[in-house]
């Protein structure tokens, strides 16, 4: 089967198991994942798009107004996908989902106070990638990682956070990727904030660039930090203790473990490097597809790992932090954002040295 009809006979099964008639996808990541990469949105920062999917027994609908039913017809190929466009003036209040849903059972991707919540177990189905999503994958971390390189190698003290933020937009624009998220933190904001978004402040010796990219739906994300002049102490110490935690985390995201079982290992490596309370201070990262991440590891999470998943760990100790996205094979965890010269670290996991990215320093 092809890629969609791959998806559909999954959505038909899932309907079948909570016997229900119809299914509405709303978020930006099922439509992209529905639609084999198209592109729903206009404001990158919304959950929701300008067009919505239905799948019923009767059809299959794309539901937008007249002002986005061009571009997807013409730019997004989605008449020729298969989709029956249902189309209503921008200044209305489309009637489509209650008249196509009328005595049905529906189900979704959003909580809703009348259909069955079906987020979950759709995250679920986003993140069991099929061969076709996993070439693009590869496509995209190949591209965050150029971008991240090209414009980390780029940046100097006395340039303000924003000049850094303009520097990783512009080469992720470049290689025809949407940089959807982009934080930077200089000097002492790496310490004080593990979500930094850019202010006009001017870099002294250390920064930090985040980067998670988007194309044809799918997010890649990437880590990575240049310290100008030898690196303190301080920062010496973190950063192998970080990137112990790192290779342990990366190492131990195994097919048939839960991401709870994963997140054991997450604990046990801070505890191992003398932190064993930092990873109170910020999420870990988690699954990745097309949600930057579709699952967020937790204790006791019971989602289980499998092949042809990505994940994106993010450890970090106050003032370092270790991001790649990785896709997982039979042969282990391939590394999608790896930067090709960059300077690594060799770290010992049960018996295999694992590589992952020190601070570039300069």
């Known amino acids: 089967m092809t890629e969609l009809e791959t998806k559909l006979a999954v959505i038909h099964d899932l309907l079948q198991k909570h016997h229900l008639d119809a299914l509405l996808l709303q978020r930006i990541s099922s439509f992209a994942w529905a639609t084999c990469g198209g592109s729903g949105y206009i404001n990158t920062a919304t959950t929701t798009g300008e067009a919505t999917l239905l799948i019923t027994p009767q059809g299959r609908y794309l539901l937008t107004s007249n002002i986005e039913a061009p571009r997807f017809e013409q730019e997004e190929k989605l008449k020729e996908q298969g989709w ?175 991401i709870g079982q994963v997140f054991n290992h997450i604990q046990q490596a801070y505890a191992e490097v003398g932190y064993p309370e930092e990873w109170h201070l910020h999420h870990q990262g988690g699954s990745a597809a097309y949600e930057p991440r579709e699952i967020v590891g937790k204790p006791g999470s019971t989602a289980h790992v499998a092949l042809g998943q990505v994940y994106a760990w993010n450890p970090s100790i106050t003032g370092f932090k270790s991001e790649d996205t990785v896709l997982i094979t039979e042969t282990g965890c391939d590394v999608l954002t790896e930067i090709d010269g960059w300077p690594m670290m060799d770290i010992e996991i049960n018996g295999q040295t694992v590589h992952r990215p020190r601070i570039l320093v300069r």
């Open 84 to 258: 029956q466009f249902e189309i209503s003036p921008w200044y209305l209040t489309s009637d489509a989902i209650a008249r196509l849903t009328q005595g049905m059972k529906v189900g979704t991707d959003l909580p809703d106070p009348v259909m069955t919540d079906l987020s979950a177990e759709l995250a679920v189905l986003r993140m069991n990638l099929l061969p076709e999503e996993q070439a693009r994958y590869r496509t995209l971390g190949k591209i965050a990682a150029e971008a991240m390189d090209a414009a980390i190698r780029a940046v100097q003290p006395g340039m303000n956070e924003y000049e850094a933020a303009a520097l990783l937009a512009a080469e992720t624009f470049n290689r025809h990727a949407l940089p959807i998220v982009n934080l930077i933190a200089s000097d002492e904001r790496i310490f004080n904030f593990r979500h930094p978004l850019p202010v006009d402040k001017k870099i002294e010796k250390y920064a930090m660039l985040v980067l998670c990219a988007r194309q044809n739906g799918l997010i890649a994300s990437i880590t990575r930090l240049v310290h100008f002049g030898a690196l303190p102490a301080e920062l010496v110490k973190k950063e192998a203790a970080v990137l112990h935690v790192d290779a342990a985390v990366n190492w131990g995201t195994r097919p048939g473990m839960t």
